[in-house]
C-alpha cells in the first residue's frame, strides 16, 4: 500500500522559512519523480517537481524561494521554503509523478 505522509507545516510570520517533508513508502521510492501542489481557495496550483535524478523544476512565482530536493535513502523529499508570502499560504500536497497517488497535505499558513 503507498502511503505519502507529508509534514512540516506550520503558521509562521512573512518572510519566514519552513521546511516541508514528503516520506513515501509502499513505493520504488528511486523510479518515480515526485511534485508538490498548493490547494487554497478550492484550487490546486502546481509548485515544483523533481524528477528522477533529483533535477528540480519550479513555478515561476516561487523560483529562487522555493529549493526541492529528495534523498532516496530515507524515501523523502523535502521543500525549502524561504522568504514566505502570504500567497504562500495553502495545504501543500505531495504528489507522485506518473503514477497518480497524492498525499493528504500539511498546511501552510503565513500571517503578516
Known amino acids: 500500500q503507498v502511503q505519502l505522509v507529508e509534514s512540516g507545516g506550520d503558521l509562521v510570520q512573512a518572510g519566514g522559512s519552513l521546511r516541508l517533508s514528503c516520506a513515501a513508502s509502499?513505493?520504488?521510492?528511486?523510479?518515480?519523480?515526485f511534485a508538490w501542489y498548493r490547494h487554497a481557495s478550492v484550487k490546486r496550483t502546481f509548485v515544483a517537481e523533481i524528477?528522477?535524478?533529483?533535477?528540480?523544476l519550479y513555478a515561476r512565482n516561487v523560483e529562487g524561494r522555493f529549493t526541492l530536493s529528495r534523498d532516496d535513502a530515507k524515501e523523502t523529499v523535502y521543500l525549502q521554503i524561504n522568504n514566505l508570502k502570504s500567497e504562500d499560504t495553502g495545504v501543500y500536497i505531495c504528489?507522485?509523478?506518473?503514477?497518480?497517488?497524492w498525499g493528504r497535505g500539511t498546511q501552510v499558513t503565513v500571517f503578516a
Open positions: 504528489h507522485v509523478m506518473a503514477a497518480g497517488y
Open positions: 524528477d528522477r535524478v533529483g533535477r528540480p
Open positions: 509502499g513505493i520504488d521510492f528511486s523510479a518515480f519523480g
